[in-house]
Protein backbone atom coordinates (compact mmCIF):
# COMPACT_ATOMS: atom_id res chain seq x y z
CA UNK A 1 0.00 0.00 0.00
CA UNK A 2 2.55 2.61 1.03
CA UNK A 3 5.64 3.26 -1.31
CA UNK A 4 8.71 1.26 -0.84
CA UNK A 5 11.85 2.51 -0.28
CA UNK A 6 13.00 3.41 -3.71
CA UNK A 7 9.50 4.53 -4.68
CA UNK A 8 9.36 6.98 -1.63
CA UNK A 9 12.48 8.41 -3.14
CA UNK A 10 11.10 8.40 -6.77
CA UNK A 11 8.41 9.89 -4.90
CA UNK A 12 10.52 12.43 -3.21
CA UNK A 13 11.77 13.81 -5.90
CA UNK A 14 8.72 13.60 -8.17
CA UNK A 15 7.18 16.01 -5.00
CA UNK A 16 9.99 18.38 -5.27
CA UNK A 17 9.36 18.58 -9.15
CA UNK A 18 5.99 19.84 -8.59
CA UNK A 19 6.74 22.46 -5.72
CA UNK A 20 8.74 23.86 -8.58
CA UNK A 21 6.54 23.46 -10.84
CA UNK A 22 3.41 24.96 -8.50
CA UNK A 23 5.37 26.92 -6.12
CA UNK A 24 5.57 27.02 -2.08
CA UNK A 25 2.76 29.02 -0.44
CA UNK A 26 5.63 31.37 0.21
CA UNK A 27 7.20 32.19 -3.33
CA UNK A 28 4.50 31.82 -5.97
CA UNK A 29 1.35 33.28 -7.86
CA UNK A 30 -0.87 29.81 -7.04
CA UNK A 31 -2.60 28.29 -9.38
CA UNK A 32 -5.68 27.14 -7.12
CA UNK A 33 -5.89 23.57 -6.08
CA UNK A 34 -8.95 21.60 -5.09
CA UNK A 35 -8.95 18.32 -2.72
CA UNK A 36 -11.43 15.96 -3.60
CA UNK A 37 -12.87 13.79 -0.96
CA UNK A 38 -15.35 10.89 -1.76
CA UNK A 39 -16.78 8.71 0.73
CA UNK A 40 -21.00 8.25 -0.38
CA UNK A 41 -20.42 4.06 -0.67
CA UNK A 42 -17.50 1.79 -0.05
CA UNK A 43 -14.31 3.75 -1.49
CA UNK A 44 -12.57 5.89 0.24
CA UNK A 45 -10.51 8.01 -2.07
CA UNK A 46 -9.04 11.60 -2.24
CA UNK A 47 -6.71 13.59 -4.83
CA UNK A 48 -5.45 17.14 -5.34
CA UNK A 49 -5.88 18.39 -8.21
CA UNK A 50 -4.95 22.17 -9.73
CA UNK A 51 -7.51 24.29 -11.52
CA UNK A 52 -5.92 23.33 -14.52
CA UNK A 53 -7.27 20.04 -14.15
CA UNK A 54 -3.25 18.29 -13.82
CA UNK A 55 -3.94 15.47 -11.31
CA UNK A 56 -0.88 16.15 -8.55
CA UNK A 57 -1.65 12.78 -6.06
CA UNK A 58 -4.38 10.98 -5.41
CA UNK A 59 -5.28 7.95 -3.18
CA UNK A 60 -7.91 5.18 -2.84
CA UNK A 61 -8.61 2.83 -0.49
CA UNK A 62 -11.41 0.38 -1.39
CA UNK A 63 -13.77 -1.72 0.51
CA UNK A 64 -15.18 -3.77 -1.95
CA UNK A 65 -12.61 -7.13 -1.26
CA UNK A 66 -14.71 -6.88 2.30
CA UNK A 67 -18.09 -6.60 1.38
CA UNK A 68 -17.99 -9.42 -1.69
CA UNK A 69 -17.05 -11.77 1.72
CA UNK A 70 -20.02 -10.91 3.63
CA UNK A 71 -22.33 -11.09 0.85
CA UNK A 72 -23.29 -7.03 0.21
CA UNK A 73 -22.87 -4.14 1.57
CA UNK A 74 -23.86 -3.44 5.87
CA UNK A 75 -23.66 0.41 5.99
CA UNK A 76 -22.31 0.56 9.54
CA UNK A 77 -19.38 -1.83 8.43
CA UNK A 78 -18.71 0.48 5.17
CA UNK A 79 -18.58 3.63 7.62
CA UNK A 80 -16.18 1.97 9.87
CA UNK A 81 -13.86 1.35 7.23
CA UNK A 82 -14.27 4.72 5.99
CA UNK A 83 -13.65 5.97 9.47
CA UNK A 84 -10.28 3.94 9.43
CA UNK A 85 -9.26 4.66 6.08
CA UNK A 86 -9.82 8.31 5.76
CA UNK A 87 -7.24 10.58 7.37
CA UNK A 88 -4.82 8.02 6.20
CA UNK A 89 -6.50 8.37 2.77
CA UNK A 90 -6.36 12.50 2.44
CA UNK A 91 -2.42 12.69 3.81
CA UNK A 92 -1.49 10.11 1.28
CA UNK A 93 -2.74 12.12 -1.52
CA UNK A 94 -1.51 15.37 -0.04
CA UNK A 95 1.73 13.71 0.51
CA UNK A 96 2.07 12.48 -3.13
CA UNK A 97 0.76 16.10 -4.80
CA UNK A 98 3.63 18.05 -2.50
CA UNK A 99 1.34 20.12 -1.10
CA UNK A 100 0.55 21.26 2.17
CA UNK A 101 -3.46 21.62 3.80
CA UNK A 102 -2.77 25.64 4.24
CA UNK A 103 -2.25 25.80 0.22
CA UNK A 104 -5.36 24.43 -0.29
CA UNK A 105 -8.03 26.87 -2.09
CA UNK A 106 -11.19 24.58 -1.64
CA UNK A 107 -12.21 21.24 -0.57
CA UNK A 108 -14.94 19.93 -2.91
CA UNK A 109 -16.53 16.44 -0.74
CA UNK A 110 -19.51 14.01 -2.19
CA UNK A 111 -22.63 15.25 0.29
CA UNK A 112 -25.29 13.27 -2.09
CA UNK A 113 -26.82 10.89 -3.33
CA UNK A 114 -25.07 7.57 -1.32
CA UNK A 115 -25.12 5.59 2.19
CA UNK A 116 -25.82 7.82 5.01
CA UNK A 117 -23.51 6.40 7.23
CA UNK A 118 -20.77 6.63 4.73
CA UNK A 119 -21.61 10.24 3.37
CA UNK A 120 -21.04 11.23 7.10
CA UNK A 121 -17.85 10.24 7.59
CA UNK A 122 -16.65 12.18 4.67
CA UNK A 123 -18.32 15.23 5.24
CA UNK A 124 -17.41 15.63 8.99
CA UNK A 125 -13.97 14.67 8.12
CA UNK A 126 -13.71 17.70 5.17
CA UNK A 127 -15.81 20.05 8.06
CA UNK A 128 -13.50 19.61 10.60
CA UNK A 129 -10.36 20.60 7.64
CA UNK A 130 -11.67 23.43 6.16
CA UNK A 131 -12.68 24.77 9.54
CA UNK A 132 -8.70 23.72 10.93
CA UNK A 133 -7.23 25.43 7.90
CA UNK A 134 -9.67 28.25 6.58
CA UNK A 135 -10.44 26.75 3.48
CA UNK A 136 -13.49 27.17 1.98
CA UNK A 137 -16.41 24.09 0.84
CA UNK A 138 -17.93 22.52 -2.00
CA UNK A 139 -20.47 20.17 -1.75
CA UNK A 140 -20.29 17.94 -4.62
CA UNK A 141 -23.63 15.83 -5.79
CA UNK A 142 -21.82 12.43 -6.68
CA UNK A 143 -23.67 11.84 -9.98
CA UNK A 144 -22.76 15.19 -11.43
CA UNK A 145 -19.11 14.09 -10.31
CA UNK A 146 -19.26 10.67 -12.56
CA UNK A 147 -20.98 12.91 -15.44
CA UNK A 148 -18.15 15.54 -15.85
CA UNK A 149 -15.34 13.21 -15.41
CA UNK A 150 -14.89 13.19 -19.14
CA UNK A 151 -14.20 16.71 -19.13
CA UNK A 152 -10.59 16.04 -17.12
CA UNK A 153 -9.48 13.47 -20.01
CA UNK A 154 -10.47 15.66 -22.92
CA UNK A 155 -12.47 19.05 -24.11
CA UNK A 156 -16.20 18.32 -24.47
CA UNK A 157 -18.34 21.57 -24.69
CA UNK A 158 -21.71 21.26 -23.29
CA UNK A 159 -24.54 20.23 -23.90
CA UNK A 160 -23.98 16.40 -24.05
CA UNK A 161 -25.82 13.32 -23.19
CA UNK A 162 -24.80 10.55 -20.45
CA UNK A 163 -25.65 7.56 -19.32
CA UNK A 164 -24.66 6.73 -15.61
CA UNK A 165 -24.68 3.12 -14.84
CA UNK A 166 -23.22 2.01 -11.28
CA UNK A 167 -24.15 -0.19 -8.52
CA UNK A 168 -26.52 2.63 -7.16
CA UNK A 169 -27.68 4.17 -9.99
CA UNK A 170 -28.67 4.21 -13.64
CA UNK A 171 -29.99 7.61 -15.52
CA UNK A 172 -29.73 9.17 -18.83
CA UNK A 173 -29.18 13.06 -18.42
CA UNK A 174 -28.50 15.78 -20.63
CA UNK A 175 -25.18 17.58 -19.08
CA UNK A 176 -25.94 21.64 -20.31
CA UNK A 177 -23.42 23.25 -17.58
CA UNK A 178 -21.78 22.03 -14.33
CA UNK A 179 -24.51 22.61 -12.43
CA UNK A 180 -26.91 22.20 -15.03
CA UNK A 181 -28.59 18.51 -15.72
CA UNK A 182 -31.86 17.54 -17.41
CA UNK A 183 -33.27 14.17 -16.33
CA UNK A 184 -34.13 12.06 -19.22
CA UNK A 185 -34.14 8.66 -17.30
CA UNK A 186 -33.79 6.73 -14.08
CA UNK A 187 -34.19 3.24 -12.82
CA UNK A 188 -38.14 2.35 -11.02
CA UNK A 189 -36.47 -0.65 -9.20
CA UNK A 190 -32.29 -1.63 -8.72
CA UNK A 191 -29.39 -0.54 -10.53
CA UNK A 192 -27.77 -2.69 -12.84
CA UNK A 193 -24.46 -3.02 -10.80
CA UNK A 194 -26.72 -4.10 -8.19
CA UNK A 195 -28.72 -6.71 -10.02
CA UNK A 196 -25.02 -8.22 -11.80
CA UNK A 197 -23.80 -8.41 -8.11
CA UNK A 198 -26.57 -10.32 -6.97
CA UNK A 199 -26.80 -12.46 -9.66
CA UNK A 200 -23.56 -12.92 -9.36
CA UNK A 201 -24.16 -13.53 -5.68
CA UNK A 202 -26.90 -16.28 -6.60
CA UNK A 203 -24.67 -18.49 -8.79
CA UNK A 204 -22.05 -18.22 -5.93
CA UNK A 205 -19.25 -16.63 -8.39
CA UNK A 206 -17.17 -16.03 -5.27
CA UNK A 207 -16.46 -20.09 -4.81
CA UNK A 208 -15.43 -19.82 -8.77
CA UNK A 209 -12.02 -19.76 -8.93
CA UNK A 210 -11.21 -17.41 -11.49
CA UNK A 211 -13.98 -14.95 -10.21
CA UNK A 212 -13.04 -14.83 -5.89
CA UNK A 213 -11.51 -11.36 -5.82
CA UNK A 214 -13.88 -9.86 -8.33
CA UNK A 215 -16.83 -7.77 -7.92
CA UNK A 216 -20.10 -9.29 -9.33
CA UNK A 217 -20.39 -7.20 -12.91
CA UNK A 218 -16.30 -7.97 -13.60
CA UNK A 219 -17.02 -11.61 -12.89
CA UNK A 220 -20.34 -11.75 -15.28
CA UNK A 221 -17.94 -10.23 -18.09
CA UNK A 222 -15.08 -12.73 -17.93
CA UNK A 223 -17.26 -15.58 -17.73
CA UNK A 224 -19.19 -14.57 -20.55
CA UNK A 225 -16.20 -14.72 -22.55
CA UNK A 226 -16.53 -17.88 -22.67
CA UNK A 227 -20.61 -18.62 -22.67
CA UNK A 228 -22.74 -18.63 -25.41
CA UNK A 229 -26.08 -16.47 -24.74
CA UNK A 230 -28.24 -17.78 -27.19
CA UNK A 231 -28.49 -20.83 -24.68
CA UNK A 232 -31.08 -18.71 -22.25
CA UNK A 233 -33.69 -16.26 -23.93
CA UNK A 234 -34.08 -13.73 -21.44
CA UNK A 235 -36.65 -11.18 -21.89
CA UNK A 236 -35.49 -7.17 -22.35
CA UNK A 237 -37.24 -5.01 -20.07
CA UNK A 238 -39.47 -2.25 -20.85
CA UNK A 239 -39.91 -3.40 -24.35
CA UNK A 240 -43.96 -1.81 -23.93
CA UNK A 241 -42.68 0.75 -21.92
CA UNK A 242 -41.85 3.94 -24.30
CA UNK A 243 -39.81 6.25 -22.14
CA UNK A 244 -35.66 5.88 -20.85
CA UNK A 245 -36.64 4.39 -17.53
CA UNK A 246 -34.85 1.32 -16.59
CA UNK A 247 -35.88 -1.44 -14.67
CA UNK A 248 -33.93 -4.39 -13.63
CA UNK A 249 -35.62 -6.52 -10.40
CA UNK A 250 -37.96 -8.58 -13.17
CA UNK A 251 -34.94 -9.39 -15.25
CA UNK A 252 -33.18 -10.65 -11.99
CA UNK A 253 -35.91 -12.76 -11.46
CA UNK A 254 -36.38 -14.36 -14.64
CA UNK A 255 -32.24 -14.97 -14.02
CA UNK A 256 -33.25 -16.82 -10.37
CA UNK A 257 -35.76 -18.52 -11.75
CA UNK A 258 -33.45 -20.17 -14.73
CA UNK A 259 -30.91 -20.40 -12.22
CA UNK A 260 -33.52 -22.55 -10.00
CA UNK A 261 -34.75 -24.95 -12.70
CA UNK A 262 -30.97 -25.14 -13.62
CA UNK A 263 -29.63 -26.53 -10.31
CA UNK A 264 -33.11 -28.87 -10.19
CA UNK A 265 -32.29 -30.55 -13.44
CA UNK A 266 -28.21 -31.00 -12.77
CA UNK A 267 -29.78 -32.16 -9.01
CA UNK A 268 -27.16 -30.03 -7.05
CA UNK A 269 -28.31 -27.73 -4.19
CA UNK A 270 -28.15 -23.64 -4.29
CA UNK A 271 -24.36 -22.71 -3.68
CA UNK A 272 -22.91 -25.40 -5.82
CA UNK A 273 -21.53 -23.63 -9.24
CA UNK A 274 -23.58 -24.62 -11.93
CA UNK A 275 -21.92 -26.03 -14.99
CA UNK A 276 -23.69 -23.73 -17.69
CA UNK A 277 -22.68 -20.52 -15.21
CA UNK A 278 -20.85 -19.10 -18.48
CA UNK A 279 -24.03 -19.41 -20.72
CA UNK A 280 -25.86 -17.62 -17.85
CA UNK A 281 -23.48 -15.11 -17.71
CA UNK A 282 -23.43 -13.90 -21.37
CA UNK A 283 -26.88 -14.07 -21.79
CA UNK A 284 -27.30 -11.73 -18.31
CA UNK A 285 -24.24 -9.57 -19.72
CA UNK A 286 -26.22 -9.20 -23.26
CA UNK A 287 -29.92 -8.82 -21.85
CA UNK A 288 -29.08 -5.62 -19.60
CA UNK A 289 -26.90 -4.47 -22.61
CA UNK A 290 -29.62 -4.57 -24.89
CA UNK A 291 -31.68 -2.44 -22.05
CA UNK A 292 -29.11 -0.27 -21.65
CA UNK A 293 -28.65 0.80 -24.93
CA UNK A 294 -32.58 0.43 -26.30
CA UNK A 295 -33.34 3.00 -23.39
CA UNK A 296 -30.09 4.91 -24.77
CA UNK A 297 -31.30 5.10 -28.12
CA UNK A 298 -34.89 6.46 -27.27
CA UNK A 299 -33.08 9.26 -25.32
CA UNK A 300 -30.78 9.92 -28.40
CA UNK A 301 -33.91 10.43 -30.70
CA UNK A 302 -35.69 12.63 -27.77
CA UNK A 303 -32.40 14.70 -28.07
CA UNK A 304 -32.47 15.15 -31.75
CA UNK A 305 -36.12 15.59 -31.89
CA UNK A 306 -36.05 18.74 -28.80
CA UNK A 307 -32.82 20.22 -30.03
CA UNK A 308 -31.40 19.27 -26.74
CA UNK A 309 -27.77 18.34 -28.43
CA UNK A 310 -25.52 20.37 -30.62
CA UNK A 311 -25.78 19.57 -34.50
CA UNK A 312 -22.00 20.21 -34.26
CA UNK A 313 -20.67 16.65 -32.76
CA UNK A 314 -23.47 15.49 -30.58
CA UNK A 315 -21.55 13.42 -27.89
CA UNK A 316 -22.20 10.27 -25.61
CA UNK A 317 -20.78 9.72 -22.50
CA UNK A 318 -20.87 6.43 -20.34
CA UNK A 319 -19.92 6.27 -17.17
CA UNK A 320 -20.05 4.96 -13.38
CA UNK A 321 -18.89 1.33 -12.62
CA UNK A 322 -20.82 -0.85 -15.07
CA UNK A 323 -18.98 1.59 -18.07
CA UNK A 324 -16.21 -0.85 -18.11
CA UNK A 325 -17.73 -3.36 -19.42
CA UNK A 326 -16.63 -3.86 -22.80
CA UNK A 327 -19.69 -5.74 -23.92
CA UNK A 328 -21.55 -3.03 -22.95
CA UNK A 329 -19.54 -0.42 -24.37
CA UNK A 330 -19.69 -2.07 -27.66
CA UNK A 331 -23.45 -2.29 -27.38
CA UNK A 332 -23.83 0.97 -26.82
CA UNK A 333 -21.28 1.69 -29.76
CA UNK A 334 -23.75 -0.05 -31.83
CA UNK A 335 -26.56 2.56 -30.81
CA UNK A 336 -24.38 6.01 -31.59
CA UNK A 337 -22.31 4.64 -34.91
CA UNK A 338 -26.33 4.44 -36.02
CA UNK A 339 -27.48 7.52 -34.77
CA UNK A 340 -24.17 9.52 -35.68
CA UNK A 341 -23.57 10.74 -32.23
CA UNK A 342 -19.71 10.46 -30.77
CA UNK A 343 -19.28 7.65 -27.96
CA UNK A 344 -16.63 8.46 -24.28
CA UNK A 345 -16.18 6.49 -21.92
CA UNK A 346 -13.39 7.39 -19.52
CA UNK A 347 -10.95 4.48 -18.49
CA UNK A 348 -12.42 2.11 -16.04
CA UNK A 349 -10.16 3.37 -13.29
CA UNK A 350 -12.20 6.81 -13.74
CA UNK A 351 -15.92 5.64 -14.22
CA UNK A 352 -15.67 3.85 -10.58
CA UNK A 353 -15.59 5.55 -7.47
CA UNK A 354 -12.58 8.44 -6.84
CA UNK A 355 -11.37 10.93 -5.58
CA UNK A 356 -10.21 12.76 -9.10
CA UNK A 357 -13.84 12.93 -9.91
CA UNK A 358 -15.09 15.03 -7.21
CA UNK A 359 -11.77 17.09 -7.10
CA UNK A 360 -12.76 17.97 -10.52
CA UNK A 361 -15.78 18.90 -9.96
CA UNK A 362 -14.45 20.89 -7.33
CA UNK A 363 -12.62 22.67 -10.20
CA UNK A 364 -15.20 22.91 -11.93
CA UNK A 365 -17.30 24.71 -9.72
CA UNK A 366 -14.46 26.80 -8.60
CA UNK A 367 -13.88 28.18 -12.06
CA UNK A 368 -17.10 29.03 -12.37
CA UNK A 369 -17.55 30.75 -8.86
CA UNK A 370 -20.94 28.16 -8.15
CA UNK A 371 -22.04 26.56 -5.06
CA UNK A 372 -18.75 27.27 -3.02
CA UNK A 373 -19.62 27.75 0.75
CA UNK A 374 -17.39 29.93 3.35
CA UNK A 375 -15.47 27.18 6.39
CA UNK A 376 -18.52 27.67 8.86
CA UNK A 377 -20.87 27.12 6.55
CA UNK A 378 -24.25 24.58 7.67
CA UNK A 379 -23.92 21.96 5.36
CA UNK A 380 -25.67 18.17 5.82
CA UNK A 381 -25.49 15.24 3.72
CA UNK A 382 -28.36 13.96 1.64
CA UNK A 383 -28.87 9.73 1.14
CA UNK A 384 -31.60 10.93 -1.85
CA UNK A 385 -30.80 13.13 -4.49
CA UNK A 386 -32.02 14.06 -7.87
CA UNK A 387 -29.85 14.65 -11.15
CA UNK A 388 -31.51 18.29 -12.33
CA UNK A 389 -34.96 18.61 -13.76
CA UNK A 390 -36.70 16.11 -14.30
CA UNK A 391 -38.10 15.37 -17.71
CA UNK A 392 -39.03 12.11 -17.49
CA UNK A 393 -42.80 12.35 -17.81
CA UNK A 394 -42.19 14.49 -20.90
CA UNK A 395 -39.95 11.92 -22.21
CA UNK A 396 -42.97 9.34 -21.30
CA UNK A 397 -45.50 11.71 -23.38
CA UNK A 398 -43.65 11.69 -26.09
CA UNK A 399 -43.99 7.97 -26.64
CA UNK A 400 -41.10 7.52 -29.04
CA UNK A 401 -40.80 4.11 -30.97
CA UNK A 402 -37.40 3.26 -31.11
CA UNK A 403 -36.32 1.70 -34.89
CA UNK A 404 -35.13 -2.15 -34.28
CA UNK A 405 -31.62 -2.55 -33.97
CA UNK A 406 -29.70 -5.97 -33.93
CA UNK A 407 -27.06 -5.66 -30.55
CA UNK A 408 -24.76 -9.05 -32.06
CA UNK A 409 -21.14 -8.26 -30.39
CA UNK A 410 -18.51 -11.18 -31.12
CA UNK A 411 -17.61 -13.44 -28.54
CA UNK A 412 -14.16 -12.68 -27.93
CA UNK A 413 -12.58 -15.66 -25.55
CA UNK A 414 -10.84 -14.75 -22.23
O1 LIG B 1 -19.31 3.29 -9.70
P1 LIG B 1 -19.01 2.15 -8.78
O2 LIG B 1 -17.57 1.88 -8.44
O3 LIG B 1 -19.72 2.32 -7.40
C1 LIG B 1 -21.02 2.72 -7.28
O4 LIG B 1 -21.88 1.81 -7.31
O5 LIG B 1 -21.25 3.95 -7.18
O6 LIG B 1 -19.69 0.86 -9.43
C2 LIG B 1 -19.63 -0.42 -8.85
C3 LIG B 1 -20.52 -1.35 -9.64
C4 LIG B 1 -20.66 -2.75 -9.03
O7 LIG B 1 -22.02 -3.08 -8.98
C5 LIG B 1 -19.91 -3.64 -10.00
O8 LIG B 1 -20.44 -4.95 -10.09
C6 LIG B 1 -20.06 -2.89 -11.30
O9 LIG B 1 -20.00 -1.53 -10.96
N1 LIG B 1 -18.98 -3.22 -12.24
C7 LIG B 1 -19.19 -3.81 -13.43
C8 LIG B 1 -17.89 -4.01 -14.00
N2 LIG B 1 -16.96 -3.52 -13.12
C9 LIG B 1 -17.65 -3.04 -12.05
N3 LIG B 1 -20.30 -4.18 -14.07
C10 LIG B 1 -20.17 -4.75 -15.28
N4 LIG B 1 -18.98 -4.99 -15.87
C11 LIG B 1 -17.82 -4.64 -15.28
N5 LIG B 1 -16.65 -4.89 -15.87
ZN1 LIG C 1 -20.40 6.09 -8.24
Same mark, same amino acid.
Request: glycine share 8%; hydrophobic share 40%.
Given at each position: MFPSRANKHLHRLLTQCKRQQYGDVTTRKASRLVLGIETSCDDTGAAVLSE?????GEYLISQKEVHLRTGGIIPSVAQQLHREHIERVVQEALDRSG??? @????AVATT?????ALSLGVGLKFSLDFVRRHHTPFIPIHHMEAHALTVRLLQPVSFPFLVLLVSGGHSLLAVARGVDDFVLLGRSLDEAPGDTLDKVARRLSLIKHPRCSTLSGGQAIELLAKD @????KFAFTTPM @?????CCFSFAGLRNQINMTIEKKEAAEGIERGTLLSCVNDIAAATQHTVACHLAKRTHRAILFCKANG??????PTLVVSG @????NEYIRKALGVITMATDLRLLCPPAKFCTDNGVMIAWNGVERLREGKGILPPHADVSYEPKAPLGIDLTSQVKAAAIQVPPIRINIKRTSA
Amino acid at each position: MFPSRANKHLHRLLTQCKRQQYGDVTTRKASRLVLGIETSCDDTGAAVLSEEGTILGEYLISQKEVHLRTGGIIPSVAQQLHREHIERVVQEALDRSGVDP @GQISAVATTVKPGLALSLGVGLKFSLDFVRRHHTPFIPIHHMEAHALTVRLLQPVSFPFLVLLVSGGHSLLAVARGVDDFVLLGRSLDEAPGDTLDKVARRLSLIKHPRCSTLSGGQAIELLAKD @GDRSKFAFTTPM @GQMYDCCFSFAGLRNQINMTIEKKEAAEGIERGTLLSCVNDIAAATQHTVACHLAKRTHRAILFCKANGLLPSDTPTLVVSG @GVASNEYIRKALGVITMATDLRLLCPPAKFCTDNGVMIAWNGVERLREGKGILPPHADVSYEPKAPLGIDLTSQVKAAAIQVPPIRINIKRTSA
